[in-house]
C-alpha cells in the first residue's frame, strides 16, 4: 500500500518533470541549427492567421459587452466618461490576452495535439527519429517560435477590435460621450498597460504550445489516446492560463 | 516546400495586421509618444494630486489644452509638469486645479485664466493653485461636524472658503460643475478644509 | 560510408548479443541473440506479443536495452551518446508498420524529405534521385497524391521507395505486408527482395506472414517469449521439428502466448 503510493508520488514527480524538459527542450532546439524558419511560418499560418476571423469576432463582442455592461454600471455613478478608460484597461490588461489565448488553445491547441497525437500513433514521429532528424525540434520547436510570434498579435488585433466594439455599443448605442470614451483611454492607457498584454500574451503562447505539444506528443497510440491528448491538452491549457493570468498580473501589477 | 507563397503571404498579411494593431494601441488609443509631444512645457505645485497620473488631460474651459507629463515630490508638495500646446497661451495669474469628472471619474487638470498681463513661457510655473477634492476628507468630516463646521482654510494659494455643507450636494451636480466652470466654488478648496480638519 | 571502407573480416551488418529489456516488471526481450549477414534478407518471425517489434525497435535505436551489445556495420552502438547515433541512423532504411508516411505532404515531399532534411544535393538532383526511386518501386506518376489520396499498397511502396531514397546500407522493415491482400503482399515481397538485390542491401524484416515471407528469406529467426527459439536459413528452420515453430506454423498459439500481453511501443 505505502509502497504503492510512494511509487505514485515518485511517477508523478517524473512526469512534471518530463513536462518541464519538454518546454526546456522545445525552446532550446529552437535556438540551435538547423533553423527551420519555413515550418514556423506555416505554424503562424495555422496558429495566427486561420484564427484571425474568430479572434475579431470574439474581441468585438467582448467589447461590445463591455460597452453595454460598463455603460449601465458607470451611469449609476455618473461617471460614463469613464467608460473608454475602463473597456480598454480591462479588454488590454486582461480580457484581451486571455480570451485570445482560450480561444486559440480551442481551436489551435487542439488542432495541434491531436495532430501530433495521430503522428504519434502512425509511426511518424519515429519514423523522423530513424531518420535522425529530432522530432522535438522539427515538430515542436516551430509551433513553440509561432506560439510565441502569434499569441502578442493576435491579442493586439483582439484590443483594437474589443475598445472598439465597445465604443460603438457605449457611444453609437447607448450615447456615452465619445470624446470622453477616447480621451479616457489616451489618457489613462499606458505603455506600461500595453506590456503587461503583450507579456501576458507572450506567457499565454508558450504554455498553449507547451501544453499542447506534449499531450499530443505523448499520446497514447490508439484512437482513444489521442481524442483524451485532445481534451487534456484544451483543459490544461486553460487552466494554467488562468493561473498564469493571475500570476503575472500580481507580479507585474 | 513547407510553406508555400501563398502561406508565406497570408502569413505576411498577418503580421503587418498585428504590427498595425500594436501602434493603433499604442499610438492612436493609447496617445503614448516615443518622441516628447508638441508644445511647451508649464509647471504648477499641488498639496495634493490625489490620484492625478501623467498623461491626463489638461483643460480650459473643458477644451483639452494638453497633458500631465510628469509627476514629482518637491518640498514636500507635488510638482507637475504639463505638456501644452503650441498656441494656448496661459497667463501668470492663471489658476490650476485638480477636478475630477463624475463622482470617481478620472482626475484632471483646469486651468482658469487670470488677469495677469504676462504669458507664461515653456519651463515658467503657473502659481495658483487649487488641490484635489478629495472624497474621502469630506466624507469624514462631514460625518464629524455633523453638517456644520467653520473651517476656514487656507490652501497653498488656493482662494478658500467654503463651508463643508456643500459637500452635501448630489452627486450630480458635483460631478456638472467642474466641468462647466472649473473655479470658485466648487469642490477643490474644500479638500483642504477637510484635510486640515482632520490633522 | 561503403561497405568496403569497414575493412573488417567481420560481414555482420547488424549483430545482437544477449539483448535484455523489460518494461516494468513485464520482461519483453529475454536475451536475444541475433546476427543479420551482410546482403542478406533475415524474417523475424513470432507470434504477436513476442517481441519482435520491440527488437526492431532496438535495432533502429528507437529503444535502448538494459543489456546485452548491438553492433551495427561493425560499430557497438549499445553505449552510444544520443547525439552520436545520429550518424549511425542515416545508415538505415526503415519501413514501418503503417508506412508513416507524412501525411501534409505529397509522395514526392515525403520522399524527398529525407534527401532534402540530411544531405546537400540540389533541387535538380533531388528531384531526379526521387523519382527514380518512385519508378523503382512502380509509382510513376503518383508523386503529387498525398497519401491519403492512395491504397494501402501504394502507401507501402511510397514508404519503401522513402526508405530507400538515401541509398541506406541496412533495410529494416517492420510486418510489410500488414493489412494487404495475398496478391499485393506478394508483389511487396517482390519488390523487397528485387531492391534488396538491386542496391545490395542487408535487410531486417519482422512479418508474420507466414509462410509467404520465407520465400524472400535468406534466413529465418523464430522469435518466441522474449528469445530466438530457432534460427538457420530457410530450409533449416521449416525441417526443425521444434514444438512452438510447428504449432505457430499451424497458426495455433500455445495458452502460454494468449496470456503474454501484448506489447506495444
New interface residues.
Given amino acids: 500500500m505505502i509502497e504503492r503510493l510512494g511509487a505514485s508520488i515518485l511517477d508523478g514527480i517524473v512526469a512534471l518533470g518530463n513536462f518541464v524538459l519538454f518546454l526546456f527542450n522545445s525552446i532550446a532546439f529552437a535556438l540551435i541549427p538547423p533553423y527551420k524558419p519555413r515550418l514556423a511560418v506555416r505554424q503562424i499560418r495555422i496558429i495566427g492567421a486561420d484564427s484571425l476571423f474568430l479572434i475579431v469576432l470574439i474581441g468585438a463582442f467582448t467589447g461590445m459587452v463591455l460597452g453595454l455592461q460598463g455603460f449601465t454600471t458607470l451611469r449609476r455613478f455618473g461617471s460614463e466618461g469613464a467608460l473608454g478608460t475602463v473597456v480598454a484597461l480591462v479588454i488590454v490588461r486582461e480580457l484581451g490576452p486571455v480570451l485570445a489565448a482560450l480561444m486559440i488553445a480551442a481551436r489551435a491547441g487542439s488542432a495541434m495535439a491531436a495532430e501530433l497525437g495521430a503522428m504519434q500513433s502512425t509511426e511518424q514521429v519515429d519514423a523522423l527519429t530513424v531518420m535522425a532528424i529530432n522530432p522535438v525540434q522539427y515538430l515542436v520547436s516551430p509551433r513553440m517560435v509561432a506560439g510565441i510570434i502569434s499569441f502578442p498579435l493576435l491579442t493586439t488585433i483582439f484590443d483594437v477590435i474589443g475598445i472598439w466594439g465597445g465604443w460603438v455599443v457605449g457611444c453609437g448605442l447607448m450615447g456615452a460621450p465619445s470624446g470622453d470614451y477616447f480621451n479616457g483611454i489616451a489618457a489613462q492607457l499606458e505603455s506600461h498597460d500595453i506590456a503587461i498584454g503583450l507579456y501576458k500574451a507572450l506567457c499565454f503562447g508558450v504554455i498553449v504550445m507547451w501544453v499542447s505539444c506534449y499531450k499530443g506528443y505523448h499520446a497514447q497510440r490508439m484512437a482513444t489516446g489521442v481524442s483524451r491528448a485532445t481534451t487534456e491538452a484544451v483543459v490544461l491549457s486553460s487552466v494554467l492560463i488562468l493561473m498564469a493570468d493571475y500570476i503575472v498580473g500580481a507580479l507585474l501589477l | 516546400?513547407?510553406?508555400s507563397r501563398t502561406?508565406?503571404f497570408?502569413?505576411g498579411?498577418?503580421?503587418i495586421?498585428?504590427?498595425l494593431?500594436?501602434a493603433?494601441?499604442?499610438f492612436r488609443?493609447?496617445?503614448?509618444s516615443i518622441f516628447p509631444p508638441p508644445g511647451y512645457t508649464l509647471y504648477a505645485s499641488f498639496d495634493n494630486i490625489a490620484g492625478l497620473?501623467?498623461?491626463?488631460?489638461v483643460e480650459i474651459a473643458g477644451v483639452?489644452v494638453g497633458?500631465v507629463q510628469s509627476i514629482e515630490l518637491k518640498d514636500e508638495r507635488a510638482r507637475l509638469a504639463m505638456r501644452i500646446d503650441d498656441g494656448v497661451q496661459i497667463d501668470n495669474d492663471a489658476i490650476a486645479s485638480i477636478l475630477t469628472?463624475?463622482?470617481?471619474?478620472?482626475k484632471?487638470v483646469s486651468i482658469a485664466p487670470g488677469p495677469g498681463e504676462k504669458i507664461l513661457a515653456n519651463g515658467d510655473t503657473i502659481r495658483q493653485t487649487q488641490s484635489a477634492f478629495v472624497i474621502e476628507n469630506a466624507i469624514g468630516q462631514l460625518i464629524n461636524n455633523a453638517g456644520s463646521s467653520s473651517a476656514g482654510a487656507s490652501g497653498g494659494a488656493g482662494a478658500s472658503s467654503g463651508g463643508a455643507g456643500d459637500i452635501g450636494a448630489p452627486?450630480?451636480t458635483a460631478?456638472a460643475a467642474p466641468k462647466a466652470a472649473p473655479c470658485p466654488p466648487c469642490g477643490t478648496e474644500k479638500s483642504h478644509s477637510a484635510s486640515t480638519a482632520k490633522k | 560510408m561503403t561497405p568496403e571502407g569497414n575493412g573488417k573480416p567481420n560481414t555482420n551488418a547488424v549483430e545482437v548479443r544477449g539483448l535484455k529489456r523489460s518494461f516494468g516488471r513485464q520482461v519483453v526481450l529475454n536475451g536475444v541473440d541475433l546476427e543479420v549477414p551482410a546482403g542478406k534478407i533475415v524474417t523475424i518471425v513470432g507470434p504477436s506479443g513476442c517481441g519482435k517489434t520491440v527488437l526492431l525497435k532496438h535495432l533502429n535505436l528507437l529503444l535502448r536495452p538494459d543489456a546485452g551489445s548491438i553492433i551495427i556495420d561493425g560499430i557497438d552502438v549499445t553505449r552510444m551518446r544520443s547525439a552520436a547515433l545520429n550518424s549511425v541512423r542515416e545508415k538505415f532504411g526503415m519501413l514501418f508498420q503503417a508506412g508513416a508516411l507524412f501525411d501534409s505532404m505529397t509522395v514526392f515531399e515525403n520522399v524527398a524529405f529525407p534527401l532534402v532534411e540530411k544531405t546537400s544535393l540540389s533541387r535538380e538532383q533531388i528531384r531526379a534521385r526521387v523519382l527514380e526511386t518512385l519508378t523503382a518501386v512502380g509509382l510513376q506518376g503518383m508523386d503529387a497524391k498525398y497519401p491519403s489520396e492512395m491504397s494501402g499498397g501504394m502507401q507501402k511502396r511510397a514508404a519503401l521507395a522513402r526508405a530507400l531514397v538515401h541509398r541506406p546500407k541496412i533495410l529494416m522493415l517492420d510486418e510489410p505486408t500488414t493489412g494487404l491482400d495475398p496478391s499485393r503482399t506478394g508483389a511487396i515481397h517482390d519488390l523487397i527482395r528485387q531492391t534488396q538485390r538491386n542496391f545490395g542491401l542487408s535487410a531486417v524484416m519482422v512479418s508474420h506472414d507466414v509462410p509467404a515471407v520465407f520465400r524472400i528469406s535468406d534466413r529465418v529467426a523464430f522469435m518466441h517469449r522474449g528469445r530466438m527459439q530457432l534460427t538457420g536459413t530457410v530450409e533449416e528452420v521449416m525441417a526443425s521439428n521444434d514444438d512452438e515453430f510447428k504449432r505457430f506454423l499451424a497458426g495455433r498459439a500455445s495458452g502460454d502466448d494468449l496470456e503474454n500481453n501484448q506489447v506495444s511501443s
Avoid: N
Wanted: net charge neutral; no cysteine; aromatic share 8%.
Fill in positions: 516546400m513547407y510553406a502561406t508565406q497570408i502569413v498579411i498577418f503580421g495586421l498585428g504590427i494593431a500594436l493603433i494601441l499604442s488609443l493609447g496617445q503614448i497620473k501623467p498623461g491626463d488631460e483639452h497633458r469628472s463624475g463622482l470617481i471619474g478620472s484632471y452627486p450630480g460631478s
